[in-house]
């Protein structure tokens, strides 16, 4: 094809390598282009994706013809098929050029790259840090028992509790000023601790410690409520978003979760979604807070009701 028939929207949108696509969501990267271009662009995009994909049928053909059309990654950029992906990318073009009120409004989506509230945690020494997985495997010793019993229950288990002395500090970083910069900082007994499943071959499911952090002190009296009606969120948001593991950009972490978790498992997190979006404004970042997600984006509810869209409409096997 000729520059004159790139797609500037898909170009804009996703026509970056892999690492700064993770950063977000590709269907937030198309939105947010979708409000700026407006029906018209909409409607231009349309007919290049139009006469681009008419007879396409095979998996090659189509990553060709999204290169061509100016997107930049190998792989999909969601799920594991660029057939699928294009269908969607066209449902959704024809959807907002015939009908303008599924346009986003300016702001529903922040502009790239926002900042994120984030969490983080300094511990005292090695020594706390132990202790910390010690107490807590523990106490939940059924728990990571049942967890590793059933191979859909996930890749990790996030673990939450007073050990009885001191972790470190509970650290909150200012979000609109320089990355790192602390915001405010206490002394915790509480931990999170974030266990790894292991293929033990022969000798069965087995786990180690992928991350530890000290925990904030207090917490909303529904915390534990919402952790058992929502154990799949638990160990997805707390086992990939906690204060060890977050990589930077908080979207790449999501992209690699949804990478390595097993299919029914992540079909379990997006069943839970729903009932965890049924928490008030108010009360939606403390549940959030409370389920280990140590990273929150301004436009928090969207993102999560994104997410259990990104599992549901692709295929991450």
């Given amino acids: 094809m000729t520059e004159d028939s790139w797609d500037e929207l898909l170009t804009t949108a996703l026509g970056h390598d892999m690492d700064l696509i993770a950063t977000t969501s590709p269907r937030e990267a198309v939105e947010r282009e ?6 018209p662009r909409a409607a231009a995009s349309l007919a290049l994706w139009r ?23 190998w792989d999909p950029p969601d799920g594991n098929s660029w057939l699928t992906w294009m269908a969607w990318y066209g449902e959704r ?14 702001g529903a989506v922040p502009e790239w790259p926002y900042p994120w509230r984030v969490r983080d945690s300094a511990a ?26 059933d191979p859909d229950a996930g890749s990790r288990l996030h673990l939450v509790g007073d050990v009885g ?6 650290v909150r970083r ?30 069965g499911p087995a786990w180690e410690v992928a991350s530890v952090h000290a925990a904030e002190p207090w917490e909303h009296p529904m915390a534990v409520t919402w952790r058992r009606e929502l154990p799949a969120l638990t160990s997805f948001l707390g086992g990939w978003f ?16 949804l990478r390595t978790e097993p299919v029914a498992f992540l079909d379990r997190v997006a069943a839970e979604v729903p009932r965890l979006l049924a928490r008030s404004d108010l009360d939606l970042p403390a549940a959030v807070e409370a389920l280990g997600c140590y990273a929150e984006p301004p436009h928090l509810r969207r993102w999560l009701g994104w997410l259990a869209w990104r599992i549901q409409r692709f295929d991450w096997s």
């Avoid at 910390?132 to 106490?139: F, M, P, S």
């Avoid at 002395?165 to 509970?170: K, L, N, P």
């Avoid at 000023?177 to 022969?202: F, H, K, N, P």
């Avoid at 906690?242 to 979760?257: I, K, Q, V």
């Fill in 93 to 106: 073009l024809r959807e907002a050029a015939e009908d303008p009120a599924t346009i986003l409004s300016p």
């Fill in 34 to 39: 979708l409000t700026a271009g407006g029906p």
């Fill in 174 to 203: 200012a979000p609109l000023l320089e990355r790192g910069v602390v915001a405010s900082g206490v002394v915790t007994t509480r931990a999170a601790v974030v266990l790894r499943r292991l293929d033990a071959g022969g000798g």
């Fill in 124 to 149: 005292v020494s090695g020594d706390s840090l132990r202790h910390a997985v010690h107490v807590l495997t523990g106490r939940h010793r059924e728990e990571v028992r049942d967890w590793l019993a």
């Fill in 242 to 257: 906690n204060a060890s593991d977050l990589a930077g950009e908080p979207g790449r972490d999501e992209w690699r979760a």
């Fill in 165 to 170: 002395a001191v972790v470190g500090q509970a």
């Fill in 51 to 73: 006469r681009a994909t008419a007879g396409v049928t095979t998996e090659e053909a189509m990553r060709a013809v999204a290169h061509d059309l100016g997107a930049g990654t």
